[in-house]
């Protein structure tokens, strides 16, 4: 019986339901294992960057030279804001500005290189804004503002680095603590007197604020010497970005009878209205630059 039930059970390999199947319903399909794909390029001519566009009020800033479309370059404009602790305090009698730092939240997300090694060095430059950003208004990548000649930033040389906590001097404890990551961004100090010395006028309302400080633009534009598959696009949390300024301002000691020094740091808000704004040069990039220039749509023909 066990034989017979195994002869029986044993069939000939076969497609599953085809015996099963009326001849007139069968599929006929056909297979390859090469398809020809054609493509072509168009540019678009921008794209919505503000904050009305884009979650989270995410900003990018970076170069990268990308191996098939060339240079590509990411800045942005932001205004600034005071807090509430801010405007319900003086910066003291006679300030004086001991630094400003521009910290910049990493969001943790970026585009470029991913060979693994340390990221190339960039070059950021920072300046104070010349043209208002208007909350009524859309902004797109490809729109810029004027912006004042004098770079805040001068120059400062950076590694972009997501994955790394930074110390940061503890003013009650005066030891280093370590935060979360961050691009800090030392700015010129004759900036943070400025605002120290408005506190009277321009600094003591928020909107009056608003319109002198106008806003800064962080760009790096000047950055240079970076090899194909170099550099990174970093994307940042642009509504928990700071601008940091530490000062020290004289007060009356205990008995009232001498000054002395106190160190202190406020936080400005970077917001609460801001845009990206991006460049890209396909000079290096034969196809592409041939392709954009083609108006009668050149196509292309790749095997996979």
């Known amino acids: 019986l066990l034989a017979i039930t195994l002869l029986v059970g044993c069939d000939k390999a076969g497609d599953i339901g085809l015996n099963v199947q009326p001849a007139n319903d069968l599929?006929?399909?056909?297979?390859?294992?090469?398809?020809?794909?054609?493509?072509?390029?168009?540019?678009?001519?921008?794209?919505?960057?503000?904050?009305?566009?884009?979650?989270?009020?995410?900003?990018?800033?970076?170069?990268?030279?990308?191996?098939?479309?060339?240079?590509a370059d990411a800045s942005f404009y932001t205004k600034l804001s005071m807090p509430s602790q801010i405007l319900a305090n003086s910066f003291g009698t006679n300030p004086v500005c001991d630094s400003v730092v521009l910290?910049?939240?990493?969001?943790?997300?970026?585009?470029g290189e991913t060979s693994g090694r340390r990221p190339t060095i960039q070059k950021v430059n920072v300046y104070q804004m010349?043209?208002?950003?208007?909350s009524a208004s859309y902004y797109y990548s490809n729109q810029s503002l004027r912006v004042n000649s004098v770079d805040l930033a001068q120059g400062h040389i950076y590694y972009p680095s997501f994955g790394d906590s930074v110390p940061v001097l503890n003013l009650q404890t005066m030891h280093a603590m370590n935060v979360k990551p961050q691009m800090r961004i030392p700015l010129q100090t004759m900036f943070g007197q400025m605002l120290l010395n408005n506190q009277g006028t321009n600094v003591s309302d928020n909107t009056v604020f608003e319109s002198f400080v106008k806003g800064l633009y962080v760009t790096?534009?000047?950055?240079?010497?970076?090899?194909?598959?170099?550099?990174?696009?970093?994307?940042?949390?642009?509504?928990?970005?700071?601008?940091?300024?530490?000062?020290?301002?004289?007060?009356?000691?205990?008995?009232?009878?001498?000054?002395?020094?106190?160190?202190a740091v406020y936080y400005f808000n970077a917001g609460p209205y801001r845009f990206s704004h991006f460049n890209h040069d396909y000079s290096n990039s034969p196809l592409i630059t041939q392709q954009l220039a083609d108006t009668t749509t050149q196509w292309t023909e790749n095997y996979v």
């Open 27 to 71: 599929l006929h399909v056909l297979w390859t294992d090469t398809t020809q794909i054609r493509t072509a390029l168009f540019k678009e001519d921008s794209i919505r960057t503000d904050q009305g566009e884009v979650p989270n009020g995410i900003v990018m800033l970076g170069k990268y030279i990308d191996p098939v479309f060339g240079e």
């Open 103 to 111: 910290s910049l939240d990493f969001y943790g997300t970026y585009y």
């Open 130 to 134: 010349e043209d208002d950003i208007s």
């Open 220 to 263: 790096t534009t000047n950055t240079t010497g970076l090899g194909t598959m170099e550099g990174r696009i970093n994307m940042f949390r642009g509504a928990s970005s700071t601008l940091n300024l530490y000062y020290n301002y004289h007060t009356r000691n205990y008995n009232n009878t001498a000054d002395s020094t106190v160190r």
